[in-house]
């Protein structure tokens, strides 16, 4: 029996790459601690909700299928980077540099951040994606709005209760963790409503340009198949 050739478009691909991007930015950019007003946040604020948007992006327009790969892809693109990170940390520093400090507290705090990354990078990732795929079932297509604001406030709920912890535990005092972890989970949601309308019209698009709107009926969700 034949086996079924499976292609990926142009636009399917630049949405995969943007999403590695925005995973290997957010691990750095967390290391570093914001004080805006009365609010304690992370730097990664800036980029880690776009990979939320992209998840729903996937699994609107392709299904949970594709997204499934697209999130294992950044899994992998994520551990690389780390890996090599660690290597780099690793390497003496020439004697006329004056970063070494510096760089170490990026990459040497970086692993820790990655391991706490990867726990609940897949967590929330998955739980959008799930969460995403089974409501646009349940309302055949429709509201794509009220399932991109549901599923991420599902997905960043997970994520932030698993990061923070595991990542700044320590590092960002245990009184401050809770209101830190609430304080993510509503910006990030936020900034998914605030940027909603483009998300809305990047969905259009994709099903425009690749003929696609993807329904996952009678399909398994299960995460290593």
Same mark, same amino acid.
């Given at each position: 029996?034949?086996?079924?050739?499976?292609t990926? %478009?142009?636009?399917? #691909?630049?949405?995969?790459?943007?999403f590695?991007?925005?995973?290997?930015?957010?691990?750095?950019?967390?290391?570093? =601690?914001? %004080?805006?007003?009365?609010?304690?946040?992370?730097?990664?604020l800036?980029?880690?909700?776009? %990979?939320?948007?992209?998840?729903d992006?996937?699994?609107?327009?392709?299904?949970?299928?594709?997204?499934?790969?697209?999130?294992?892809?950044g899994?992998? #693109?994520?551990?690389?980077?780390v890996?090599?990170g660690?290597?780099?940390?690793?390497?003496?520093?020439?004697?006329?540099w004056?970063?070494?400090?510096?760089?170490h507290f #990026?990459?040497g705090?970086a692993?820790?951040?990655?391991?706490?990354s990867?726990?609940?990078?897949?967590? /929330?990732?998955?739980?959008?994606?799930?969460v995403?795929?089974?409501?646009?079932?349940l =309302?055949? /297509?429709?509201?794509?709005?009220?399932?991109?604001?549901?599923?991420?406030?599902?997905?960043?709920?997970?994520?932030?209760l698993?990061?923070?912890?595991?990542?700044?535990? /320590?590092?960002?005092?245990?009184?401050?963790?809770?209101t830190? #972890?609430?304080? =993510?989970?509503?910006?990030?949601?936020?900034?998914?409503?605030?940027?909603?309308?483009?998300?809305i019209r990047?969905?259009?698009?994709?099903?425009?340009?690749?003929?696609?709107?993807?329904?996952?009926?009678?399909?398994s969700?299960?995460l290593?198949?």
């Amino acid at each position: 029996m034949k086996k079924e050739k499976i292609t990926f %478009s142009l636009p399917f #691909m630049f949405l995969g790459v943007l999403f590695c991007v925005c995973l290997i930015a957010a691990n750095l950019f967390e290391t570093k =601690q914001v %004080s805006l007003g009365p609010l304690e946040l992370t730097a990664g604020l800036i980029v880690f909700p776009v %990979s939320y948007i992209i998840n729903d992006c996937l699994v609107e327009v392709y299904g949970f299928r594709m997204a499934r790969l697209i999130i294992w892809l950044g899994f992998a #693109m994520n551990f690389l980077f780390v890996i090599f990170g660690w290597l780099a940390d690793m390497l003496p520093g020439a004697p006329y540099w004056t970063g070494e400090e510096a760089f170490h507290f #990026m990459f040497g705090l970086a692993p820790r951040i990655a391991a706490a990354s990867f726990v609940a990078f897949l967590t /929330g990732s998955f739980l959008n994606a799930y969460v995403m795929s089974r409501m646009k079932v349940l =309302q055949s /297509g429709r509201r794509f709005s009220i399932r991109a604001i549901a599923s991420t406030i599902v997905g960043e709920a997970a994520d932030s209760l698993i990061f923070f912890p595991l990542a700044l535990g /320590g590092v960002v005092p245990w009184e401050v963790m809770p209101t830190l #972890m609430l304080t =993510q989970v509503v910006l990030k949601t936020a900034y998914e409503i605030v940027a909603l309308p483009l998300t809305i019209r990047v969905v259009r698009l994709l099903k425009r340009i690749d003929g696609k709107d993807a329904y996952d009926r009678h399909i398994s969700y299960r995460l290593f198949k």
